[in-house]
């Protein structure tokens, strides 16, 4: 069974930067395509950031782009969420998402994952 663990939302200051952490266990990394989706109170889950399995590729939302880069250390098992730049409304429990690497479909829809973590919330105050 895989187990996706998210940390490292905390509160912060509009324009400061934080790095969020996803370990997984039951699964290696390697053969993962992985994802960052986060939600709004009252919103629909959206989709942030999304990894290939080698980490070759990367696709980001529009919202995301310039300012949160997706990386990956598949000998930690670990996938991180780099966020610089951070505005009010990037406040949101932040998920981390999983599925093998032959699954298709495309990124951004979050019923294509087959593995989600806890949550993490980031609050960022103007």
């Known amino acids: 069974q895989v187990q996706l663990v998210e940390s490292g939302g905390r509160s912060v200051q509009a324009g400061d930067s934080l790095r969020l952490s996803c370990a997984a266990s039951?699964?290696?990394?390697?053969?993962?395509?992985m994802s960052w989706f986060r939600q709004a109170p009252g919103k629909a889950r959206e989709f942030v950031a999304a990894?290939?399995?080698?980490?070759?590729?990367?696709y980001y939302a529009d919202s995301a782009k310039g300012r949160f880069t997706i990386s990956r250390d598949n000998a930690k098992n670990t996938v991180y969420l780099q966020m610089n730049s951070l505005k009010p409304e990037d406040t949101a429990v932040y998920y981390c998402?999983?599925?093998?690497?032959?699954?298709?479909?495309?990124?951004?829809?979050?019923?294509?994952?087959?593995?989600w973590g806890q949550g993490t919330q980031v609050t960022v105050s103007s």
């Open positions: 998402a999983g599925r093998p690497a032959y699954v298709s479909g495309t990124y951004y829809v979050p019923s294509n994952y087959n593995y």
């Open positions: 039951g699964r290696t990394l390697s053969s993962s395509t």
């Open positions: 990894s290939t399995s080698s980490g070759g590729s990367t």
